[in-house]
């Protein structure tokens, strides 16, 4: 009985260490894995979070090192997503559930682009600003068939020069979708060859709004603007298509420089026609009103000469390459006598 008691008691101890054992060996998983671009480089110091799915679980951080890779041990039992960001790339994850018995591995690639929240990270206003955006999406996927018919219908219409018809098309196709900027930057169109300036810029006003960065609607609107005398107004709206497509920059400064001009303000449009001059070296139509502005004034009259003299080089209207021959020859006779 001595000796049996001796041996049962050694058993008990044995359960109770293994017993103590059991929570440090559940704590010892681990995940790894390596983070390369697109074109199977790896990166160095992408940052690394291992996220609960439970929102109150835990969230481990770490970073992959010069080989892109990374590892991280000590992990609770759950499952997880493994988030990969790196500066210049869009995010990624993988989910995992990491067991201590297999060897958790979350490679992840990264591609080239802008940063942005993962699904699982978006706020519940958030997810239903999305869901609303996906839903509009959906609705105009759906009638996009129909709205395309009906618009390439007014662009018929406009293009033959009936312009009221064409109007009404559009309307019919705004009243499917009402925050296309085509359809609403064409029919503004077709109210400014009706020489409807007002309904004109109303229509451009809500164009710009559902397209803020199309410089041909700032363009547009600037010579709408014009037409209204509204002067000051219509070369911010030439200045803004300028800033947003360079490429356009010399048509907008000329359009600045004939507003100025006809205000009466020569000196200050001469400025605004060397600049379309200085976007486009071979802008014919800004070296004739260069020339026009620049003659009246005995001190630039030789500049007067110069920009007329390329207008005739490269100008394409045969009245107003006489006339600037014949403003030249008057130029020319004035200087002699200075």
């Not at 990264?110 to 706020?123: H, Q």
């Not at 609403?184 to 710009?208: P, R």
């Not at 709004?209 to 609607?217: G, K, W």
Request: glycine share 6%.
């Amino acid at each position: 009985m001595h000796i049996s008691s001796r041996k049962f008691g050694f058993f008990g101890v044995c359960l109770i260490l293994l017993t103590l054992a059991l929570p440090s060996m559940a704590q010892n998983r681990t995940v790894k894995g390596k983070v390369t671009d697109d074109k199977g480089q790896p990166i160095v110091g992408a940052s690394i979070v291992i996220q609960s799915v439970d929102s109150k679980g835990k969230a481990y951080t770490t970073k992959t090192d010069k080989r892109g890779t990374y590892v991280y041990m000590g992990i609770a039992a759950g499952d997880y997503n493994v988030v990969a960001r790196a500066p210049g790339f869009q995010p990624n994850y993988r989910p995992v559930r990491p067991t201590i018995s297999n060897e958790n591995i979350a490679d992840l690639e990264l591609k080239p682009g802008e940063d942005y929240k993962l699904p699982f990270e978006l706020s519940a206003q958030e997810l239903e600003q999305l869901k609303k955006e996906y839903e509009k999406a959906k609705k105009r996927e759906a009638i996009s068939a129909e709205i395309q018919a009906i618009f390439d219908a007014g662009l018929k219409l406009s293009q033959e020069g009936k312009y009221q018809e064409a109007i009404d098309e559009f309307k019919k196709a705004l009243e499917k979708d009402p925050e296309q900027a085509p359809i609403l930057g064409n029919m503004a169109d077709a109210y400014s060859k009706l020489d409807k300036n007002t309904e004109a810029l109303e229509i451009y006003q809500k164009a710009i709004a559902a397209n803020p960065n199309d410089a041909t609607l700032y363009t547009n609107m600037g010579v709408v603007l014009s037409k209204l005398g509204k002067a000051a107004e219509s070369q911010e709206a030439f200045k803004k298509a300028a800033a947003l497509n360079p490429g356009s920059s010399a048509q907008n400064f000329y359009n600045i420089g004939a507003t100025l001009v006809n205000n009466g303000k020569t000196a200050e449009a001469a400025d605004a026609f060397k600049q379309a001059i200085a976007a486009d070296a071979n802008f014919a139509e800004a070296y004739y009103q260069l020339g026009m502005c620049l003659s009246g004034n005995t001190d630039t009259m030789g500049d007067a000469i110069k920009s007329l003299e390329k207008y005739i080089q490269i100008g394409k209207k045969p009245d107003q390459i006489e006339v600037a021959k014949q403003i030249i020859s008057a130029l020319q006779q004035s200087v002699k006598k200075k």
